[in-house]
């Protein structure tokens, strides 16, 4: 069976992160590690093997000291059953595999070992994204992909567990950023390795008067009364656990040995159905 085509043109995106690196605007970078810094603090244990996968090493290794940095490739050089922590941060939305990622962060985990993920959400840019369509479709009659299409909470919760993570959890925080135009939103974009790199994406040069209508027609739309424009970023995060003997279970559907009503201290009635109310 065929392959499908690849979402993301990993060339390019290395392309841009390099050069983003060298003037970087890690605002974002450092948002999401200071979240997940307050999340390790919640959970009662040591971690003593963390690994991060991120395309951003510099930030990362000083966050989380004595980390092994791994690079973000379709391949990630973790070694099987080597960390008690695996965080992948902020570049699963550019995988071309995602599963595959979460599948190769859970072999590198030891038993009971957590994953932590941070990634940015489908509500992201939705205000640049309908504006970059508008112009493109007014100017050309036709649309070319341009915003990245990142994943719904619902659908990144659920592979975790295609992934065989235990006791998944998916979770999410909205932010919205005020620009002085539209302009500048892609110039932060841009130092954040965060520009074009969809494998579908026209090569061509895209006509001279597209990002002007396209920030016209942003600012129309969302310019507040300071004339300043929002973005909206959404930022999901996931957590997931390496399966253990010793992780809590769920009980067998008809296994308990006694009543809620009992527990609660309450009488038991039955719902009516079609045939009529039923015994107490």
Request: aromatic content about 6%; proline content about 8%.
């Amino acid at each position: 069976m065929q392959s499908p085509p690849d979402l993301t043109d990993r060339a390019a995106l290395i392309r841009q992160r390099a050069r983003a690196r060298r003037a970087p605007e890690p605002f974002l970078q450092g948002l999401a590690l200071a979240e997940l810094q307050e999340r390790l603090t919640e959970v009662n244990r040591t971690f003593t093997a963390p690994a991060v996968v991120t395309g951003f090493p510099e930030l990362w290794q000083e966050g989380l000291p004595g980390a092994v940095i791994v690079d973000d490739t379709e391949t990630l050089a973790l070694d099987p059953g080597a960390h008690d922590l695996v965080i992948h941060a902020l570049c699963l939305h550019w995988a071309n595999d995602p599963v595959g990622q979460l599948v190769q962060c859970r072999r590198a985990l030891k038993p009971d070992g957590l994953f932590l993920a941070v990634l940015f959400g489908g509500r992201s840019l939705h205000e640049l994204r309908t504006a970059l369509a508008e112009a493109e479709i007014a100017l050309t009659a036709g649309l070319s992909p341009r915003v990245l299409p990142m994943g719904e909470i619902r659908d990144l919760g659920a592979l975790l567990q295609r992934a065989g993570f235990a006791l998944p959890v998916a979770d999410s925080t909205t932010h919205t950023v005020s620009y002085e135009t539209p302009f500048h939103l892609l110039r932060d974009l841009r130092a954040m390795g965060e520009t074009n790199a969809l494998a579908a994406r026209h090569r061509r040069t895209p006509p001279r008067a597209l990002f002007a209508e396209a920030a016209r027609r942003y600012e129309n739309a969302h310019a507040g009364p300071d004339g300043r424009i929002p973005a909206t970023v959404e930022m999901i995060y996931l957590a997931g656990w390496a399966p253990a003997d010793t992780q809590p279970r769920p009980l067998r559907p008809g296994s308990a040995r006694s009543r809620l009503a009992e527990a609660l201290g309450t009488s038991e009635r039955g719902f009516a159905g079609r045939d009529g109310p039923a015994a107490d």
